[in-house]
């Protein structure tokens, strides 16, 4: 009973962690200093489906489930859990390229805004923006 429930709880974090790497930029807009956590998570998150890394989180997750009797699956998280949803049918390869592309331009645009925003500011104010939030 440990062991589904502790995987369960990896499958939250891990949804997370995607959720913080697709627009975690745009908390940044609200809190600045929440970049030096997301400007690395959405590197590794870039990368991962870029170059078809595995997270450590779904060995993880598999480990646990092994554990609690019950059956790991292939592939990686977002192939598990969110491509069925977003497209129930097989896809390419090519479809990582694409997500990574997402996470890219979502967070391109998020940091254009809060560059702006600090440009904005700093006419307003005379003075050179800090990262501080």
């Known amino acids: 009973?440990?062991?589904?429930?502790?995987?369960?709880?990896?499958v939250v974090v891990h949804l997370a962690?995607?959720?913080f790497v697709l627009a975690g930029g745009f908390l940044?807009?609200?809190?600045?200093?929440?970049?030096?956590l997301h400007l690395p998570s959405a590197a590794w998150g870039v990368l991962v489906e870029i170059?078809?890394?595995e997270c450590p989180l779904t060995p993880l997750e598999n480990?646990?489930?092994?554990?609690?009797?019950?059956?790991?699956?292939?592939?990686?998280?977002?192939?598990?859990?969110?491509l069925p949803v977003l497209y129930p049918q097989p896809f390419p390869r090519g479809l990582g390229l694409l997500l990574g592309g997402l996470v890219l331009a979502v967070n391109a645009?998020?940091?254009?805004?809060?560059?702006?925003?600090?440009?904005?500011?700093?006419r307003v104010s005379g003075k050179r923006g800090d990262l501080g939030g």
């Open 109 to 122: 645009l998020a940091y254009c805004a809060l560059l702006c925003r600090m440009r904005s500011r700093r």
């Open 17 to 19: 962690f995607v959720l």
């Open 51 to 53: 170059v078809g890394w």
């Open 63 to 82: 480990w646990l489930r092994l554990r609690g009797g019950e059956v790991a699956y292939r592939g990686g998280f977002v192939d598990h859990y969110l």
């Open 28 to 36: 940044a807009l609200r809190w600045r200093r929440v970049m030096l």
């Open 1 to 10: 009973m440990l062991y589904p429930a502790l995987a369960d709880a990896v």
